[in-house]
């Protein structure tokens, strides 16, 4: 509460169950600091039974984030807190498509422990252990180089998505 009263931050991140005072007691604190258009209010909780849109909408807090928190969610939630526009890789997911499509043959030989991992790795949106898994396997797995450099720049691109689809598309057609 001392920092926002000094100076106003872009917006706050509140987990709901915090020491001393609640998530929601805070934001109540917040908005008599600072109204709804000069400071966004996004929670963040593990229990998604605390989502309350009706307490939201009363403190008129921009958002809900469930944990664990998925990088792609949070850019979402900012991205309306915040009225952006991320500005996004030059290279268009199209050519990234057609990246993966000349990689498929190459991926087919991907150990299934590696595929899991990195399914994982994409599900939960943690793009820095996934792009570090996907560099240390293009040192180990030079064979599968095509395969892992198409993965590489969807998670350079932040597309989680089209990691997930990608390698279970490449399962898909190993399995046939």
């Given amino acids: ?51 309350r849109p009706d307490r939201i909408t009363q403190l008129q807090c921009q958002g809900f984030i469930g944990k664990p928190v998925l990088e792609s969610e949070l850019l979402d939630a900012l991205e309306r807190a915040l009225q952006l526009e991320w500005v996004r890789s ?30 994982r790795l994409a599900g939960q949106g943690n793009a820095s252990a996934l792009r570090e898994r996907l560099r240390v396997a293009a040192r180990e797995l030079p064979a599968q180089a095509g395969a892992l450099a198409a993965l590489q720049a969807r998670a350079d691109a932040f597309d989680f998505a089209g990691v997930m689809t990608q390698l279970r598309e490449d399962e898909d057609v190993a399995s046939a």
């Fill in 90 to 119: 030059n290279t268009p997911l199209v050519a990234l498509h057609g990246v993966a499509a000349m990689a498929v043959a190459d991926a087919v030989g991907l150990p299934e422990t590696l595929r899991e991992e990195l399914l």
């Fill in 1 to 51: 509460m001392e920092i926002v009263e000094r100076e106003v931050p872009d917006a706050v991140l509140l987990d709901i169950t915090m020491d001393d005072l609640d998530g929601w007691q805070t934001a109540a604190l917040l908005r008599k600091l600072h109204p709804a258009d000069s400071l966004p209010i996004v929670f963040v909780s593990a229990n998604l039974f605390d989502q």
